[in-house]
């Protein structure tokens, strides 16, 4: 039977009436003042907490009305099933590759997650990682910190920026949020996606090789899933060639990652600037040793105001299911 949850003062003791807020399961720990925000509202369990997270969520399991999970972690299809009252899953992140939505789906479950409000930053990083690359910033530093500016004179020259044909693979709003961007730097701008978008005056490719064959630098803002999974693989390595450079803001599973790390050793792409890979955080080895990458930790929507946004967008979604609104932002 259910153990009616009564309400708690600060300190813990039971103030005899039962805790009308709604229980969210919480899989992972969101910011300190998201907790603290969302618990304002509803009953946060703690997954992450739990010693055994299956005892744990059977104990809730009648009362548990929404799972708040995030891009990373996402959730199973067994944690779902396991929660035979759950009327909505929001998860923190706009990659849904972690959602196992064809179990919401059976189960008539809607997913929200966090597109739009993250693109801009996630944008600014794969521009900030060309530019890194194309001009040289790590071999820069270092000709500074060796004393080699001192000793030597001038670093060699480096190749030019702005007015290169850029080839988007993923024109969602990642994607857009970086043509926008790449316009101001007088780019020529091509893009693959599933159906050319009308609204957009840059060249559409149907086929992500012949993006690569077109452009000298890829950036892939592709959402992840079934049907991206290492769609950017040796071919199109192949014909990016050794003056092309790439960027992945993405998912590490985009990419098939040994022939990216072969090209990047013998040279049959110049140069790549990365903030995803198959496994983070130990990602392969290789990467370390090489001198023409610039790695950063899956971090492109990492500024304090994207987050921010993302969380009171998961916040403001649950408040939509919970007072009878629409959804803001659903995936299914
Ligand atoms: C975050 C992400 O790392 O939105 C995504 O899909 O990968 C990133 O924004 C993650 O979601 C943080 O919760």
Redesign the pocket.
Same mark, same amino acid.
């Given at each position: 039977m259910d153990t009616v949850v009564e309400a708690q003062t600060p300190n813990g003791q039971n103030v005899g009436s039962p805790d009308p807020r709604p229980e969210i399961l919480m899989v992972r720990p969101y910011a300190q003042w998201a907790i603290d925000m969302l618990a304002a509202t509803y009953q946060i369990h703690r997954l992450w907490e739990a010693p055994d997270p299956a005892a744990f969520v059977a104990e809730r399991a009648s009362r548990v009305r929404a799972i708040a999970t995030? $891009?990373?972690i996402g959730f199973k299809a067994d944690l779902i099933d396991a929660l035979p009252n759950l009327e909505v899953i929001c998860s923190? #992140? $706009? #990659?849904t590759d972690s959602l196992d939505l064809e179990a919401a789906k059976r189960r008539g479950i809607p997913v929200t997650n966090?597109p739009g409000v993250?693109a801009g930053d996630v944008a600014d990083l794969a521009v900030a990682l060309a530019i890194s690359v194309i001009r040289r910033m790590r071999a820069a530093d270092a000709y500074i910190r060796s004393g080699e500016w001192s000793r030597h004179g001038t670093m060699e020259f480096v190749p030019r920026f702005f007015g290169r044909r850029v080839g988007i693979a993923g024109l969602g709003h990642i994607g857009r949020a970086v043509a926008k961007r790449l316009s101001g730097f007088d780019a020529e701008i091509g893009y693959f996606d599933i159906a050319a978008r009308p609204d957009v005056p840059y060249t559409f490719f149907d086929n992500l090789v012949a993006l690569a064959n077109w452009c000298n630098l890829l950036i892939v803002t592709l959402s992840s899933g079934p049907s991206t999974q290492k769609i950017v693989n040796a071919p199109v390595f192949e014909v990016l060639g050794p003056d092309g450079y790439f960027v992945n803001v993405s998912r590490g599973f985009i990419v098939d990652e040994p022939p990216l790390l072969d090209a990047l050793e013998n040279h049959r792409i110049a140069r790549a600037g990365l903030d995803v890979f198959w496994n983070e955080p130990k990602i392969d080895a290789r990467f370390l040793a090489l001198d023409n990458v610039v790695l950063y930790p899956?971090h #492109?929507? #990492?500024t304090a105001e994207a987050r921010k946004a993302?969380l009171e967008l998961v916040r403001d979604n649950l408040a939509a299911h919970f007072s009878g609104r629409p959804l803001l932002t659903p995936v299914v």
């Open positions: 995030d $891009a990373i923190n #992140g $706009a #990659g966090t993250l899956h #492109g929507s #990492g993302m």
